[in-house]
């Protein structure tokens, strides 16, 4: 157990609707990291917030948004849906988001689009 | 930007035995961490092993090592006594060390990913 939270842990959806992932980094952690594992992409980085800001952006698309409240937790928003998001979501925290430091991964949440 | 290639899609190993899985990354930067993930069939990542691009000793934890070229921008992960929980899929992951506020560098660079098989 990495310290990390996903919820929830399945989501089955349809095409054109939106759903949010939440993440509760490991106690003391400041930043969290979004993570895409799908069979076409492989694993991607999507985008990583620092103590509520956004610090670094990947290939996130315009559909998807994300943010970071003060209590740290943070959620994944992803809206019209497409067959294609069919994926595994991590969620990753790490104490000050620098390179040089350990990411610790959730357990992922495993979103299925009909 | 920076790539990482895991040229063996799958690999097995009887259990006991040894064997390296590959990882080539490309990068004009010089300084860098790599890492090894493994993500069982929990599908939990969890880290195995990293090592940092200025340090030219190889990082070592326990039964498992890499072997790291920088010149050739190789970086393979060896697994020795292999067990039968060492069965998993493994992620050879690159990240610049560049300073907290650069925006490349602060995101993991996966390669495709190795499924390794432990027989018994």
């Known amino acids: 157990d990495s310290g990390v939270t996903q919820t929830p842990k399945h989501l089955i959806t349809a095409t054109g609707q939106r759903v949010t992932l939440r993440c509760s980094p490991r106690s003391g952690d400041l930043s969290v990291y979004w993570y895409q594992q799908s069979l076409d992409q492989g694993l991607q980085f999507l985008i990583q917030y620092y103590n509520g800001e956004e610090r670094a952006k990947g290939n996130i698309l315009e559909r998807f948004s994300a943010q970071q409240f003060p209590d740290l937790h943070s959620e994944l928003n992803l809206s019209s849906l497409e067959l294609g998001d069919s994926a595994l979501y991590f969620c990753?925290?790490?104490?000050?988001?620098?390179?040089?430091?350990?990411?610790?991964f959730g357990p992922g949440t495993r979103l299925t689009v009909l | 930007a920076q790539t990482v290639t895991q040229s063996q899609p799958e690999m097995s190993v009887q259990e006991a035995e040894t064997v390296t899985l590959s990882c080539t990354y490309d990068t004009s930067e010089n300084n860098y961490y790599l890492f090894w993930y493994k993500q069982p069939p929990s599908r939990q990542m969890i880290l195995v092993i990293r090592?940092?691009?200025?340090?030219?000793q190889n990082a070592t934890e326990n039964r498992f090592s890499v072997n790291f070229q920088k010149a050739a921008k190789s970086f393979s992960l060896k697994i020795s006594d292999s067990q039968l929980g060492d069965t998993a899929m493994y992620f050879c992951a690159f990240i610049l060390s560049a300073g907290p506020k650069n925006n490349a560098g602060n995101m993991l660079t996966f390669g495709g990913g190795t499924r390794l098989m432990v027989k018994p």
């Open positions: 090592q940092e691009a200025y340090k030219q």
């Open positions: 990753a925290s790490s104490v000050d988001g620098t390179p040089r430091d350990e990411q610790f």
